[in-house]
């Protein structure tokens, strides 16, 4: 059974960092690409980040481009954001997902997305 | 970015009824579009892919059709556990979009 569990979702003041992860399982976690995934309270969804199965391919919403950075481990079937200079409007929500495919290029969308970590950007 | 747009935003219908919902994107996507529902507090779960390809395990009575910038998902006969909010999502290029969601209740 596919299982992806997020983690590291906090309460956090505004121009401050955070790190997600996503423990995977249930698959084989490096051949496939990675995403995440934020949704604000009671808003609909945005795409964040995506990061291909070897890490050589990642892309970010100009919403993040620069301040968020998708990076993994796949010794230890894991995915992660680090989210530096962190804004309001960065509270949701965050998904990790689990691409239908290796290469970010080959376009697929989501079969598994893990329950979601909570961030909350106020001071 | 391409812009997807959703109607109804939301739709109050009775256990039998047959139910569509419409996705329109703002350029042509080929059938690189994607169907998702969602339960409160709940992570999306995958329902359809390229359009009208259903994912495994998903029942029968969901379908999807379309291509180009119009697209539907129908459900042919509702059943309890269908209530949910529905989003289709874009994968033709980056950044991924998705529309901004059709709750579906009950009448």
């Known amino acids: 059974e596919v299982q992806l569990e997020e983690s590291g979702g906090n309460l956090v003041q505004p121009g401050r960092s955070l790190r997600l992860s996503c423990a995977a399982s249930?698959?084989?976690?490096?051949?496939?690409?990675m995403h995440w995934v934020r949704q604000a309270p009671g808003e609909g969804l945005e795409w964040v980040s995506g990061i291909s199965w070897n890490s050589d391919n990642t892309d970010y919403a100009d919403s993040v481009q620069g301040r968020f950075s998708i990076s993994r481990d796949n010794a230890s079937n894991s995915l992660y954001l680090q989210m530096n200079s962190l804004r309001p409007e960065d509270t949701a929500f965050y998904y990790c997902?689990?691409?239908?495919?290796?290469?970010?290029?080959?376009?697929?969308?989501?079969?598994?997305w893990g329950q979601g970590t909570l961030v909350t950007v106020s001071s | 970015a391409i812009q997807l747009t959703q109607s109804p935003s939301s739709l109050s219908a009775s256990v039998g009824d047959r139910v569509t919902i419409t996705c329109r994107a703002s350029?042509?996507?080929?059938?690189?579009l994607a169907w998702y529902q969602q339960k409160p507090g709940k992570a999306p779960k995958l329902l359809i892919y390229h359009a009208s390809s259903l994912e495994s395990g998903v029942p029968s009575r969901f379908s999807g059709s379309g291509s180009g910038t119009d697209f539907t998902l129908t459900i042919s006969s509702l059943q309890p556990e269908d209530f949910a909010t529905y989003f289709c999502q874009q994968f033709n290029g980056y950044p991924y979009t998705f529309g901004q969601g059709t709750k579906l209740e009950i009448k």
């Open positions: 350029q042509g996507i080929s059938s690189a």
């Open positions: 249930g698959f084989t976690f490096d051949d496939y690409a």
């Open positions: 997902a689990k691409d239908m495919s290796r290469f970010l290029e080959w376009l697929s969308p989501f079969d598994y």
